[in-house]
């Protein structure tokens, strides 16, 4: 099993800074298949990137992702208020999918 | 486009069994494959389990195998998670999801699981 460390656990940001999300596999994961998640209370997660850089359909160009092997990182190059969420990665490399255990990005 | 409807959640005591059902809409329904993820009151997303696009194989997560067993019926556009021997632990926001090979593109609003005596 492919595990997921995500860090830090809480971020604590103003608008308009820049955001860097960490995503550390236990094993490579193949085919560069991780994907960041952004959920808001209440709400479904939403995919924002997938195989590791491509952004998804209707999201903003400020969301960034990189990395291969075991490093992966989501970038928000300048938070709007919007932004402010719990954001996962997953791998979907191979079975058992796995999630990271998330960073929350908090108003400071 | 892609739209996905949980239902079937619901209170149930510990021991016994919840088939929940995923409605889809908006797509070919054997294009992609299919998951069910959950996430634990004030908890992280757990994936569950996921049925190939083509029905053809199952995969799970080890918390459930044995107990959960995820089928659809193409008839009806509708996926389906049979939760046997529920748990406690088993209480939840289920989601069922979509997408692209084994991605999870596309998520429905979830429906709640509560085990308890």
């Known amino acids: 099993e492919i595990v997921l460390t995500q860090s830090p656990g809480t971020l604590s940001l103003s608008p308009g800074e820049r955001v860097t999300l960490s995503c550390r596999a236990s094993?490579?994961?193949?085919?560069?298949?991780l994907a960041w998640y952004q959920q808001k209370p209440g709400q479904s997660p939403r995919l924002l990137i997938y195989?590791?850089?491509s952004r998804a359909t209707g999201i903003p160009d400020r969301f960034g992702g990189s990395g291969s092997g075991t490093d992966f990182t989501l970038t928000i190059s300048r938070l709007e208020p919007e932004d402010f969420a719990v954001y996962y990665c997953?791998?979907?490399?191979?079975?058992?999918?796995?999630f990271g255990g998330g960073t929350e990005v908090e108003i400071k | 486009q892609v739209h996905l409807v949980e239902s079937g959640g619901g209170v149930v005591q510990p021991g016994r069994s919840l088939r929940l059902s995923c409605a889809a809409s908006?797509?070919?329904?054997?294009?992609?494959?299919m998951h069910w993820v959950r996430q634990a009151p004030g908890k992280g997303l757990e994936w569950v389990a996921l049925?190939?696009?083509?029905?053809?194989?199952?995969y799970y997560a080890d918390s459930v195998k044995g107990r959960f067993t995820i089928s659809r019926d193409t008839s009806k556009n509708t996926l389906h998670l049979q939760m046997d021997s529920l748990r406690v632990e088993d209480t939840a926001v289920y989601y069922c999801?979509?997408?692209?090979?084994?991605?999870?593109?596309?998520w429905g609003q979830g429906t709640l699981v509560t085990v308890s005596s």
């Open positions: 999801a979509t997408g692209g090979g084994w991605l999870a593109r596309y």
């Open positions: 908006g797509y070919s329904f054997s294009t992609y494959g």
């Open positions: 049925l190939r696009f083509d029905g053809t194989t199952t």
């Open positions: 094993q490579r994961v193949g085919n560069s298949y």
């Open positions: 195989d590791a850089s």
């Open positions: 997953q791998q979907y490399a191979s079975s058992p999918l796995t």
